[in-house]
């Protein structure tokens, strides 16, 4: 396997953190559909309680099964990335999630925090095809919460 340039590894890291922003924004956006695009035909989202969702179209029906008034926020930082080549490259990333209730009053400060504030991690494994950059596999967990309602 050939070693790739400096400026190649930068392209494909660029590419894969920019699936792994896009794929936060999207969930927390709603738009269900344009989350499961970003993976791969036979992409799997291991969900941080061990259960898998194979396939876009599961990921799908499993997102739009959530809360209609369920807000989310994902901050993602600290993305590693390993093992890259020309066709596939795997990072982890460190995510807080933020989450309310839409349908509580949005003061001046923005809505309340209903739920224990999370720390969790992506591991994510990206492939190239004829569409570019998807992601294969994402696995997440949950590593820290404050103390509150689970």
Not at 125 to 139: V, Y
Request: one cysteine or more; a neutral charge.
């Amino acid at each position: 396997m050939q070693a790739l340039s400096f400026e190649e590894q930068a392209r494909i890291e660029g590419a894969c953190q920019r699936l792994i922003y896009l794929a936060a924004a999207r969930v927390d956006a709603g738009d269900y559909a344009a989350f499961c695009g970003l993976f791969t035909a036979d992409g799997l989202l291991v969900r941080p309680d061990g259960s898998s969702l194979s396939g876009p179209d599961a990921i799908l029906a499993a997102y739009r099964a959530r809360p209609a008034h369920r807000m989310t926020r994902h901050v993602v930082s600290n993305t590693l990335f390993f093992d890259v080549s020309a066709q596939s490259c795997r990072a982890t990333s460190l995510v807080t999630l933020w989450g309310c209730d839409s349908r509580t009053v949005c003061g001046p400060s923005g809505y309340p925090v209903e739920q224990p504030l999370i720390l969790g991690e992506f591991d994510d494994s990206f492939h190239r095809d004829e569409a570019g950059w998807r992601i294969a596999t994402r696995r997440a967990r949950f590593l820290m919460h404050t103390p509150g309602k689970p």
